[in-house]
């Protein structure tokens, strides 16, 4: 075991890499979990391509260094095989593309097609990407393709929102935090009704009714409305570029950009526009 760890700290890029971690900084910031009782969020973390070099490290770096490399060498990161693992996910993903069954035909799908710009989307793009909580990741197909996020952003929405309405973040803030605050305004259960259906829940001891959940489209409105909800900026009627609201997805996007690493998260504005023009379920709610 100690032989492993000598050859993995001269060559800490290949041990890295031979667990599925990424070593670029924007993609990965560290495969270090926190310790028991140790405090610090993601600017607490550090690139790997910062520890590379094991001469110049310090005590504490080389600690560090070493924690990280025999959790790859020893198999403890989130996933112990990780080339078998890559190679089951390749399988899945060269049979399926493989499947002729899936190109045409009732098995093929369609393309959301209420709004123009999804129904225009090339169909053909298939791609696997995954990363583990050690930041161990592997990707196949048209996983580098620039997309939409659509409904899957109302998961980061409700995150984001609990994350803000907290003390930590904001001294000023009374009364329930977190969970407990989002969970006054939206309910957090299915409803068993589509996505964009107009049904509350009943009434609850206040007499007010809500969305069942955040991930239903009237339930992600009233999350996204708790992001940045302090803000003096003012708000102009009828104009969605007001800078009260160019300031809200500016926190979203940084929150996004903080999950991921560091990536940049762009706009898709044809697809903004598209949904805009054709928004009146949306309007409605």
């Known amino acids: 075991r100690a032989e492993f760890l000598r050859a993995a700290l001269m060559a800490p890029r290949a041990a890295h890499r031979a667990g599925g971690l990424e070593s ?22 550090r690139s ?21 490399l025999s959790r790859v060498v020893l198999g403890k990161l989130a996933i112990g095989h990780w080339k078998s693992f890559v190679e089951i996910v390749r399988k899945v993903f060269t049979e399926t593309a493989a499947d002729e069954a899936l190109l045409s035909g009732p098995l093929a799908g369609e ?32 996983c580098d393709e620039f997309f939409s996020v659509q409904s899957t952003g109302k998961s980061f929405a409700y995150s ?13 803030h009374e009364g329930p ?10 309910g957090q259960e299915p ?13 609850d001891a206040n007499g007010k009714e809500h969305p069942f959940n955040p991930v239903t489209n009237a339930g992600a409105i009233v999350t996204c409305s708790m992001i940045d909800q302090h803000n003096p900026l003012p708000i102009v009627p009828g104009d ?16 996004l950009s903080e999950l991921c690493g560091g990536e940049e998260i762009g706009d898709c504005m044809d697809v903004f526009t598209s949904e805009q023009s054709e928004a009146f379920n949306n309007y409605a709610l």
Not at 48 to 68: M, R
Not at 244 to 250: A, F, K, P, T
């Open 111 to 142: 393309n959301a097609d209420y709004i123009p710009e999804l129904r225009d989307a090339p169909s053909d793009r298939l791609a696997i990407s995954i990363c583990t909580v050690d930041g161990q990741m592997c990707g196949f197909g048209d």
């Open 240 to 255: 969605a570029r007001s800078e009260r609201m160019e300031s809200r997805i500016r926190k979203y996007k940084d929150f």
């Open 191 to 203: 409803s068993g009704r589509a996505f964009n259906d107009f049904a509350l829940t009943r009434a």
């Open 24 to 45: 670029s900084p924007l993609r990965m910031r560290s495969s270090r979990r926190l310790r028991p009782g140790e405090e610090g969020g993601l600017d607490r973390y």
């Open 160 to 172: 984001l929102a609990m994350k803000e309405n907290t003390r930590a973040h904001d001294p000023k």
């Open 177 to 186: 935090e977190g969970k407990a605050y989002v969970h006054q305004f939206v």
């Open 48 to 68: 790997i391509d910062t520890i590379d070099d094991a001469e110049s490290a310090d005590d504490g770096d080389e600690e560090e260094q070493t924690h990280i």
